[in-house]
């Protein structure tokens, strides 16, 4: 059995489209986030696709999803913390928003009742929400939007030469430590990237525009697949 990858999509549904009509036999998709488009619209996809939230949705649209289901046929939310049972008996699991430190002792509940119209503050996850993620077991496929520590980044300064920062969040890393998922993929950053965090693998997805990934179910192999090709 195989299943499928695909980075942010930013609305680019047109790309998802083409990409799982090329993979009829895959039987599951993953995505880490930021689905929504501009217009807060989300895809209907042709297959299974299992989700996170990213940091760009629309995020009443989120907080309607049921874990494990969703609104729209084949669109399968995975809230945070929580695992689902995928075809062929895979389980995921996901963090899905990003890192704020001044918000991160909040409470969910707290962060939505916070929240405008300019700053949803829905888009960041929570201490509470990472302990629950800490504590599921046997899960193959973890999904975060953040990347792990360390994923490091070179500032777009053209005054002067700067050193790279870490853009990767340490409550990645503690997941990984405590969970050990077989594979974790995250979004972001736009990178396709294959590294090693706490002992697990880590890979960091290309936008769907760019290029995608399929597994091997049993091994999680993965092949990476350009978007506008069939192969990289």
């Known amino acids: 059995m195989r299943f499928g990858a695909v980075g942010d999509l930013h609305g680019d549904f047109d790309a998802l489209d083409r990409i799982m009509a090329r993979h009829l036999d895959v039987e599951f998709w993953v995505c880490p986030g930021d689905l929504a488009g501009e217009g807060g619209e989300y895809p209907r996809p042709q297959r299974p696709l299992y989700w996170i939230k990213g940091n760009n949705e629309n ?5 309607a999803q049921q874990t494990g289901e ?3 046929a084949h669109l ?8 689902v049972q995928a075809p062929g008996g895979l389980t995921l699991a996901g963090l ?9 002792e909040r409470t969910p509940a707290e962060l939505a009742e916070a929240s405008t119209k300019s700053n949803d503050r829905r ?11 800490k504590r599921l077991t046997g899960v193959d496929v973890f999904l975060s939007h953040e990347a792990a520590r360390p994923f490091l980044l070179t500032p777009q300064r053209k005054t002067s030469p700067s050193r790279p920062i870490d853009a990767g969040k ?13 594979v974790h993929l995250f ?6 990237v294959v590294a090693e965090r706490q002992q697990v693998p880590s890979i960091g997805l290309e936008p ?24 990289i």
């Open 208 to 231: 769907a525009s760019a290029s995608y990934l399929i597994f091997d179910a049993r091994s999680l192999a993965h092949q990476r697949m350009s978007s506008s090709r069939f192969d």
């Open 96 to 104: 899905g928003g990003t890192f704020a430190p001044t918000l991160y």
């Open 76 to 83: 399968h939310y995975i809230a945070n913390g929580i695992s």
């Open 59 to 63: 995020f009443d649209f989120v907080a």
């Open 123 to 133: 888009r960041h996850f929570v201490r509470s929400e990472v302990e629950a993620s």
């Open 187 to 192: 979004g972001h950053h736009h990178t396709y």
């Open 170 to 182: 340490t409550p990645i890393n503690e997941v990984l430590s405590a969970m050990r998922p077989r």
């Open 70 to 72: 969703g609104a729209i």
